[in-house]
Structures are given as structure tokens and as C-alpha cells.
């Protein structure tokens, strides 16, 4: 039987790679025009051209669904009680875009009754693409037709783990930099790969543990299901499934108890794990693949 979200997979391709055009075109540009929000955050020509695209096709292909976008808000569908709703961020890393860093992708989900059933990220000034659909699996590859599956790691100790971030300083602004900082201490290594790419990774099994403070839902919903259907959990810091908090955190599952305990919100009378804190003299230090256990299988 076919996935009853295999047209809208198909047309979040489409999407994509109207998207990979315009974005693309205009990457390097000398004469690209960047403005700031009230935020004080980037947006240049490129994020409203892709939003705006999107739009027009969405609005001709699926005219009855809800579209909510980072620059031009939520727009409502033709259906009275819609229960579909595509939710894009058309450039995930304006700064790296700007500054021409080639971190930076479309990310295009779908929602339909509460639930993220779509997601697609294209970075084409990476060459890749990351895509999945409820109940299908999670893939890659450079379009549609030339994709493999991925899965996320069967690592199980945070001394063993990769961990990857945006901005440590970040932190601090939700009061948990020290608990963050105790975490990248426990972990085997610690890279800030940035944006929608720290997540990837960890649905690939290349990194084991993503974690932002503050996100938005345009930022985080095509990621979550990836994350989801290559073998993951992404939650928010309250332990929230998927990606209706404020911030979020995706692990390969086996480690989200783990990182919680630091990042979460537990009880005040709770202590917080000592990275220190070991039966040994010395905390155990990875040595080899085989012992860090990068398998994708359970």
C-alpha cells in the first residue's frame, strides 16, 4: 500500500528545488541586499524570494492547506477546518548565507493533525539533501531518485559521544551554561556544526547529541521528523515530543535520558550529574570505532 504522503514528499522535492535556484543564484552575490529584523537577526532578497515561491506553488498545488513561513507569517487555506499545514524556513543559517559560509539550507515539513509527517532540508551549496515521510524512514541523497537511507548512531555513554551546537554563549540566556557546559565536558567531543546541520548529523549516526536553547517552529519541525525516522527522539528541554517547544534537543534516543539529566528541567533538590563522578580514577576516554560503537543498527 502507498504512503499516503508520498505526493506531498514528492511536491516538498519540487519546493526544494525551486528553492535551490533562487538561494543558489544569489549566494556570493556582491550586490546581495541584507536587512535586520527587530531581532536585530538577518533576512536578505534570497529568504523572501524562496518564501515567496513556495508560496505561489503551494498556493496553485495545495490551495486548501495552511502555510505558515518565517517572513511572511501564517497564511490560511481554503478548507474550513484545515487540519494540513506546510511549515517553511526558507534560508536555516542567514548568516552563514550572508557571510558566504555554505551552511545553509531550505527546510520545508508539512503538519497534518498535530503531527509532522514530511520534512525535507536542501543545502545546495553543500550538493545535499536530507528527506523523510511518516512511517517511511529517513534518506539522502541528491534528489528523489538518487537517495539511501540513514540511521542514527548505537552509541549508549556520553563519554563515547559527539555532541553538536549553534552558539555555547546561547546558553546563558535561558540560565542552563553552566549545565551545558558540564555536558560538552562529559562528552568524548564537541563540534559546532550550526543549524539544521548538527541535526542531520545526528540522523545520519555522524554525531550523537544536537541541543539549541531557543528555535523557532519554522526551524525545527522538517527536522524532527528526520530525526524521528532515522532511529531518533527530538524533544524540547521540557521533554516535550517533537518540535513544539521553544528549543529542542535530538539524540540518537539510547543517549536522551543522559543529556536530559544536564540539559532538562528537573527538580530543584535534584542534583546535577558530576562529569567528574566516576567509580574510576580516571573517566573512561574512547579509543577506537569499534568501542564507540558508530553502529546504526540497535
Partial sequence: MANPYLDDLRLAHVLA?????????????????VSTKPDMTYVTESDKAVEEAIRRTLKTSRGRDIVLGEEEGQTEGTAENAERRWIIDPIDGTSNFVRGVPVWATLIALEEAGEIVVGCVSAPALGRRWWAMKGDGAHTGKSFRQTRPIRVSGVRELTAASISYSSAPSWDA?????????????????????????????AEGAVDIAAEPELNLWDMAALDIIVREAGG?????????????????ATNGRLHDAVMAYLGHFPDDEPLPDPHDDDDDEAPMPGNVTRLRFNRDD
Avoid at 528545488?17 to 541586499?33: C, I, K, P, V
Avoid at 567531543?189 to 546541520?197: E, I
Fill in 233 to 249: 527522539q527530538f524533544t524540547s528541554l521540557a521533554g516535550e515530543e517533537g518540535p513544539w517547544g521553544a528549543n529542542a534537543v
Fill in 174 to 202: 535561558i540560565g542552563r551554561q553552566g549545565e551545558f557546559d558540564a555536558l560538552l565536558r562529559q562528552c568524548w567531543r564537541s563540534r559546532a556544526y550550526g543549524d539544521f546541520w548538527s541535526y542531520m548529523l545526528v
Fill in 17 to 33: 528545488d525551486t528553492a535551490d535556484n533562487l538561494s543558489m543564484d544569489r549566494f556570493g552575490a556582491l550586490d546581495l541586499e
